[in-house]
Structures are given as C-alpha cells and as structure tokens.
C-alpha cells in the first residue's frame, strides 16, 4: 500500500485527511479516555502510519511525547513543516511500521493507528504486532481505526477483530465503536470503519 499512498500524497489525492477532520469530535473524545486514565504529562506516544502529521500534533498540543512514523518521505517531511510552522515538539521517521526498533521509537504508552494495520498483508501484520509489543509499556494501550474486511479496489483490505487477536496475542480488547464517517465519500463510508482499543496484558 505504501507506493499507492506515495501517489496519492503526490497527487494530492488524500480523502482520509477530509474524514479526519470530519470526525474530529469521536477522535477528541477517544484521546480523553485514554487521558482520563494517566497523569499529565501523559507520556510517550506513537503515531503508526502517521502521515503529515495531523493526529501526532493533535497529541503533542495535548500533552503527549509524539513520535510519528510513515513509509512515505513526502508526508513525514510535510509532517516535520507543520509541527515546527506550529512551534511543536515531536519528531517524524521515515520508517516501516513492521520493522520498529526500541533504540528508534524507545519505549511506548500509547499507540495510535488510523488506517495503517488494515492495508497490510498478513505477514506485516505479524511483523508489525511484534514490534509493537516489543517497545511497548507493560500497561501500553492501543488505539486503531479499520475498514471492515472486504475486496474493493484501490482501497485497503479492511481488518476485524480477529485479524487484530492474531497480529496482538499479548493483548487484550477493552473497547470497539464504529467510527464518525461523516466526512468520508461514499465508498470509504460504505467500508464501516470502526475503533478498536487495546491493552497489552
């Protein structure tokens, strides 16, 4: 998926940054749970499949020590423009989310993942459940956004519960809503995305 997110960033062509900012209450709402449950300054957090950074600004304004990671240079340099245009502190890799490593992203309270597990193959899944476990917190939680499984063409797979039980052995499902679609076009909001919260146990 990553060479046709690296078109579209290209093209300009990047619907899922509408449907972010449509859903931007839900989004508000999900991050204060997972606030309601620390003591600020909440800690370490990492944004996978980042982008150009809107949600990782979005945590740092909050109080969050952001690390965000995406395979796409042109949308991780972006990302580094608009945290410093904003006078923001959080560092950008260009990286693979399946092949993370302690010495790069340390270690991680919080994961947040808006579409980035759903468009992997089975065995970057794996990889990337690893990865994840391997620099998170003993009581790390998990926040991620996925398209119901299903074929449909130049959009990602889709993940369901179960695809997240075999990429997340170690954890544990302590909450599942459907996402805001009201800024999604048509097709993306007949995918039925929905949240997914995780806890490592």
Same mark, same amino acid.
């Given at each position: 998926?990553?060479?046709?997110?690296?078109?579209?960033?290209?093209? /300009?062509?990047?619907?899922?940054?509408?449907? =972010?900012?449509?859903?931007?209450?839900? %989004?508000?709402?999900?991050?204060?749970?997972?606030?309601?449950?620390?003591?600020?300054?909440?800690?370490?957090?990492?944004?996978? =499949?980042?982008?150009?950074?809107?949600?990782?600004?979005?945590?740092?304004?909050? $109080?969050?020590?952001?690390?965000?990671?995406?395979?796409? =240079?042109?949308?991780?340099?972006?990302?580094?423009?608009?945290?410093?245009?904003?006078?923001?502190?959080?560092?950008?890799?260009?990286?693979?989310?399946?092949?993370?490593?302690?010495?790069?992203?340390?270690?991680?309270? %919080? %994961?947040?993942?808006?579409?980035?597990?759903?468009?992997?193959?089975?065995?970057?899944?794996?990889?990337? /459940?690893?990865?994840?476990?391997?620099?998170?917190?003993?009581?790390?939680?998990?926040?991620?956004?996925?398209?119901?499984?299903?074929?449909?063409?130049?959009?990602?797979?889709?993940? /369901?519960? $179960?695809?997240?039980?075999?990429?997340?052995?170690?954890?544990? %499902?302590?909450?599942?809503?459907?996402?805001?679609?009201? =800024?999604?076009?048509?097709?993306?909001?007949?995918?039925?995305?929905?949240?997914?919260?995780?806890?490592?146990?």
């Amino acid at each position: 998926m990553s060479t046709g997110y690296a078109l579209a960033y290209r093209l /300009g062509i990047t619907p899922w940054e509408r449907a =972010g900012r449509g859903a931007a209450a839900q %989004f508000t709402a999900l991050v204060h749970r997972e606030e309601a449950e620390r003591t600020p300054p909440y800690g370490p957090a990492l944004d996978l =499949g980042c982008g150009t950074g809107t949600h990782s600004r979005q945590l740092a304004q909050r $109080g969050w020590r952001v690390t965000g990671v995406d395979a796409v =240079g042109a949308a991780v340099r972006q990302a580094r423009a608009s945290a410093a245009e904003d006078g923001l502190d959080v560092r950008f890799l260009e990286g693979d989310v399946t092949d993370l490593h302690p010495d790069e992203v340390g270690e991680v309270a %919080f %994961f947040l993942d808006v579409g980035c597990f759903h468009g992997l193959t089975d065995g970057q899944r794996t990889a990337m /459940g690893q990865g994840v476990t391997a620099v998170a917190t003993r009581d790390a939680t998990l926040l991620l956004l996925a398209f119901r499984p299903g074929r449909r063409p130049l959009l990602p797979r889709g993940a /369901g519960r $179960g695809d997240l039980e075999t990429a997340f052995p170690g954890w544990t %499902f302590t909450d599942e809503e459907p996402a805001d679609v009201t =800024g999604m076009p048509g097709p993306l909001k007949r995918t039925a995305p929905h949240w997914y919260r995780l806890r490592r146990t």
